[in-house]
């Protein structure tokens, strides 16, 4: 089992930022390919949303939600992966969760979610 710790988030205005932020305390994330994921309010798991995935450096792929929006960076010697989100509305009020997946496709890591409330 991969432990992923997630921080950041919040009560954010409309139209401002936040950052959220995920540490493996013990394995590199480099072993991994690394995700972003939301789960709006009422949705299941199965409905999660990719915000963005990291697969190595210059391997990095946003999804729609978070193309022009959101940007993400790592620290290696920190081991930890920031989610810089700008320019929020309503609708990105979530949970966000980050992942580990093996670059195996044989497990999957799921962080235990850090809550963004964005007011209108």
């Known amino acids: 089992q991969v432990q992923l710790v997630e921080s950041g988030g919040g009560l954010v205005q409309f139209g401002g930022s936040t950052q959220l932020s995920c540490t493996l305390p013990e394995s590199p994330f480099s072993k991994y390919v690394m995700s972003w994921y939301r789960q709006r309010l009422g949705k299941g798991a199965e409905e999660r949303e990719l915000?963005?995935?990291?697969?190595?450096?210059?391997?990095?792929g946003y999804g729609a939600i978070a193309r022009g929006r959101f940007t993400i960076s790592t620290d290696s010697a920190k081991n930890t992966l920031t989610l810089q989100m700008n320019n929020l509305t309503p609708e990105d009020t979530a949970v966000y969760y980050c992942?580990?997946?093996?670059?195996?496709?044989?497990?999957?890591?799921w962080g235990q979610g850090t809550q963004v409330v964005v007011a209108s």
């Open positions: 915000v963005v995935v990291f697969r190595r450096p210059g391997d990095v």
């Open positions: 992942r580990a997946r093996e670059r195996d496709f044989s497990a999957e890591y």
